[in-house]
């Protein structure tokens, strides 16, 4: 599947734990078992809570997209902190989710072109 070793060593730690009982996907509460693994981080969870679960306000701030998206809507001049991303999208809670991948949607040429260069004189 041309994943890393590490990962495919992830996925498998992952498939063990569902098959065994001890972490059920659908539910919000493991993801603290989930996060235990190596390998897996708040952005693979917050993905799972979105796309997975169907949870309108789970964001996955630590994406690329929405670090270059936020830098750019927020003028900053750089890419934003996860940190950053989250707050920018606070205001639309519960459907942080929802506003973030409409947003990633609509403005796909504005992330491909990237910040403006800033040359030197």
Do not use: N
């Amino acid at each position: 599947m041309d994943l890393a070793p590490s990962r495919a060593a992830a996925l498998r730690r992952v498939a063990h734990e569902v098959a065994a009982g001890r972490c059920a996907l659908a539910d919000p509460a493991t993801d603290r078992r989930l996060l235990a693994i190596s390998q897996i981080g708040p952005w693979t969870v917050q993905c799972l809570g979105l796309y997975g679960r169907g949870d309108l306000d789970s964001l996955p701030a630590g994406d690329l997209g929405y670090i270059k998206l936020v830098g750019r809507l927020a003028g900053l001049g750089r890419r934003a902190t996860i940190a950053e991303v989250e707050e920018f999208y606070s205001p639309y809670e519960p459907f942080r989710g929802l506003v973030g991948s409409l947003t990633l949607a609509g403005l796909h040429r504005v992330l491909a072109q990237g910040p403006p260069l800033r040359l030197a004189a």
